[in-house]
């Protein structure tokens, strides 16, 4: 097969490219091309891998001309990763052999505009912060989503027209989705895959616990986190560390006094307030013991994590092959579901228990070891080949 994977909008979706081109590069009939830009650099070393290669837009070159270009080469396949603010650009083009991925179905489905004017209502009164988050941001994301609905309408219907596939992250997005679409136009693949490395956390001393992702108190609790790990010190001090497995933005700078503060009471923190490189990433991602979804799981009125989107904690304890610990409300996939625990307002009881109980998290994570082999681009190729023929 010859296939295309189109992202031009956001260079934090590369693992979900890196997913996709390395699972079709398993079968050596394929071919894969990326499209991509030239200042997304990261996406070059895909470039080393057999059967996949890589195109850049030039910058004499329309994001328009770009697009139609691609869709005129006959791909037996076509991933588009990412509309971002090109969806004027991509609901433009009569697009073959479509596979759109659904980053944030709530956007997608059931939003007319009279539910994107009761979320901003309700962004109007729950956002916290300056003026730019409780008045600046909710007015732009609002006129925002007017303006790309037409778009996203145009595309579905182009893909209910021509029985085109739509992809997710995980059975729960499929879920929420079914009740749009036909089940057999919906297609189930991860953001990443599991991928080789070394486990590095088995020296560790202390409890060591990851939290990926960039550490603001908009999607994750770091409030309650931080309140609880001061409440419980005591229990802490000396065999936890904490790794904020993201940057500080400046807006979230405020955390960093309650970070100092944690650490005099003895507990470890690794974080930064600059861009993780990726071999960093990595390599911290790897000597965790375990990883923490604190999240939000209900973000607003619409968007909910679990259902209408997923998460890039899980799919780090994919990457990784890493146990995980969620709040009681998230919809855990049933895939991950084996070796993740989840909590209530007993976190800190989880926690003391893995330190108390070593052999508890050990079994664990033997259990995500296993389970995430199946995340494999070799094992992952079949189902994904399957899904696109049914």
């Not at 079914?178 to 590095?200: C, G, H, M, T, W």
Request: hydrophobic share 40%.
């Amino acid at each position: 097969m010859k296939i295309a994977i189109v992202e031009i909008c956001e260079l934090n979706h590369y693992s979900a490219v890196k997913a996709l081109a390395l699972t079709y590069a398993c079968d050596s009939k394929n071919q894969v091309t990326v499209y991509t830009l030239p200042s997304f650099g990261v996406f070059k070393s895909l470039q080393n891998e057999d059967r996949i290669s890589i195109i850049e837009k030039k910058a004499s070159q329309s994001t328009a001309s770009f697009l139609k270009q691609i869709n005129q080469f006959g791909y037996d396949v076509l991933h588009i990763n990412t509309l971002s603010k090109y969806h004027q650009q991509f609901s433009a083009i009569n697009w073959k052999s479509l596979v759109l991925t659904i980053h944030n179905s709530e956007v997608w489905f059931d939003n007319a505009p009279n539910k994107q004017f009761q979320l901003l209502k309700y962004r109007l009164k729950h956002n916290v912060g300056g003026l730019k988050q409780r008045l600046y941001l909710p007015i732009k994301y609002f006129l925002k989503g007017l303006s790309k609905h037409n778009h996203r309408q145009q595309m579905l219907a182009h893909i209910n027209k021509n029985q085109q596939k739509v992809l997710v992250y995980s059975q729960s997005q499929k879920h929420f989705l079914s009740a749009y679409l036909p089940a057999s136009q919906i297609v189930v693949f991860p953001f990443s895959v599991r991928e080789n490395y070394k486990d590095l956390s088995k020296d560790n001393s202390k409890l060591r616990v990851c939290i990926p992702g960039s550490v603001d108190n908009h999607r994750r609790d770091y409030d309650g986190l931080f309140a609880m790990l001061k409440n419980k010190h005591a229990q802490f001090a000396g065999k936890l560390c904490i790794d904020l497995l993201g940057y500080i933005p400046a807006n979230s700078q405020a955390l960093l006094a309650k970070i100092k503060e944690l650490e005099l009471l003895g507990i470890d923190f690794v974080y930064n307030t600059t861009f993780i490189d990726e071999d960093s990433f990595d390599r911290r991602l790897y000597s965790a013991d375990i990883i923490l979804g604190n999240l939000k799981a209900s973000l607003n009125t619409q968007s909910k994590y679990g259902q209408t989107k997923e998460t890039g904690v899980v799919f780090n304890m994919i990457k990784a092959g890493k146990p995980g610990i969620f709040p009681r409300t998230y919809e855990l996939d049933p895939d991950i579901a084996p070796f993740c625990l989840t909590y209530g307002d007993n976190l800190n009881d989880v926690l003391i228990n893995f330190i108390k109980n070593p052999a508890e998290l050990e079994a664990l994570k033997t259990q995500a070891e296993f389970v995430t082999r199946a995340y494999q681009p070799v094992n992952l190729y079949p189902k994904l080949v399957k899904q696109l023929t049914s």
